[in-house]
C-alpha cells in the first residue's frame, strides 16, 4: 500500500470549512484513498473513500487530484464534535482486501475553536 | 441498531493471567480483525477472520489467540499477558465486498 503524508495538527473555526490535506504521490492505479476519523480513543469511523472522481457523502467531500498524488478531505462546516484525529489511507482494491487490513499512519489532528 | 461490542470496556490484570477480550457485532459481517493501538505506532492488526473457522495472523499475532466458531462472535485471548501487551484494543468488521470497517468502541488493557 502507498504511503501518505499527512500534517500533524490543523485548526478550524467552528462553522468553517475544514481542509485536510493527504499527499499519496507514489498511489498505484488500482488504489483507493479512504478517510477515517477518531475521536479521542474512540474506535475509528470511517468517513468516505474514492478512487478518482470527487466524491460527497453526508459527512464530507473528497478532493482528489487528477494525477491522483494528493488528496483534500473537506468538512463543509465544522463543529466542535469534528476535533479528531483524521487519518488517509491508501488501499489496493475496492473491498480492503482479503486481509481485511487498513494500515493507520499517525494522521492530522483537526482542532475545530469555537 | 447496527454495532460492534466489546467486552470488557477496561482490564486491568496481572502477568501470566489468562484472559479473554470478546467482541461481537450484529451486522452479519463476514470479515472481523482485531487491532492494538499504542502512542507513536499507530493502529496496527493483530488477527483477522475472514469468516466462520477461517483467521489468520497480521501483523503483530505474537502472544495472541483468536476463534471464530460462530460468525457474530471473535474474541481475542491472551494466554500468557505481558507488560508489552499493555495497549489499546479494537475489534473491527466488515462485509465481504463492503468498504467501511465498523469499529468497537475499544478495550484498554494494562497488564501488571
Known amino acids: 500500500d502507498a504511503k501518505t503524508t499527512q500534517p500533524t495538527s490543523m485548526d478550524c473555526a467552528e462553522g468553517r470549512a475544514a481542509n485536510l490535506p493527504c499527499n499519496h504521490s507514489?498511489?498505484?492505479?488500482?488504489?483507493?484513498v479512504y478517510w477515517y476519523r477518531q475521536i479521542h480513543s474512540q474506535g475509528p469511523q470511517y468517513i468516505i473513500h474514492?478512487?478518482?472522481n470527487n466524491e460527497t457523502n453526508e459527512m464530507a467531500s473528497l478532493i482528489i487530484t487528477e494525477d491522483r498524488k494528493s488528496s483534500t478531505l473537506i468538512l463543509p462546516h465544522a463543529t466542535l464534535r469534528d476535533t479528531a484525529v483524521y487519518y488517509c489511507?491508501?488501499?489496493?482494491?475496492?473491498?480492503?482486501?482479503?486481509?481485511?487490513?487498513?494500515?493507520f499512519g499517525t494522521g492530522t489532528l483537526l482542532a475545530v475553536q469555537p | 441498531e447496527a454495532q460492534v461490542t466489546q467486552n470488557p470496556r477496561y482490564l486491568i490484570t496481572v502477568t501470566g493471567k489468562k484472559l479473554t477480550v470478546t467482541c461481537s457485532q450484529n451486522?452479519?459481517?463476514?470479515?472481523m480483525s482485531w487491532y492494538r493501538q499504542d502512542p507513536g505506532l499507530g493502529l496496527r492488526q493483530i488477527y483477522y477472520?475472514?469468516?466462520?473457522?477461517?483467521?489468520d495472523k497480521g501483523d503483530v499475532p505474537e502472544g495472541y489467540k483468536v476463534s471464530r466458531k460462530e460468525k457474530r462472535n471473535f474474541p481475542l485471548i491472551l494466554e500468557s499477558p505481558s507488560p508489552n501487551q499493555t495497549s489499546l484494543y479494537f475489534c473491527?468488521?466488515?462485509?465481504?465486498?463492503?468498504?467501511?470497517?465498523?469499529f468497537g468502541p475499544g478495550t484498554r488493557l494494562t497488564v501488571l
Open positions: 477472520s475472514m469468516n466462520v473457522e477461517v483467521t
Open positions: 451486522m452479519n459481517h463476514e470479515y
Open positions: 507514489t498511489i498505484s492505479g488500482n488504489e483507493y
Open positions: 473491527a468488521s466488515r462485509t465481504g465486498r463492503g468498504n467501511e470497517q465498523f
Open positions: 474514492g478512487l478518482k
Open positions: 489511507i491508501v488501499r489496493v482494491g475496492m473491498y480492503g482486501g482479503a486481509t481485511n487490513k487498513l494500515i
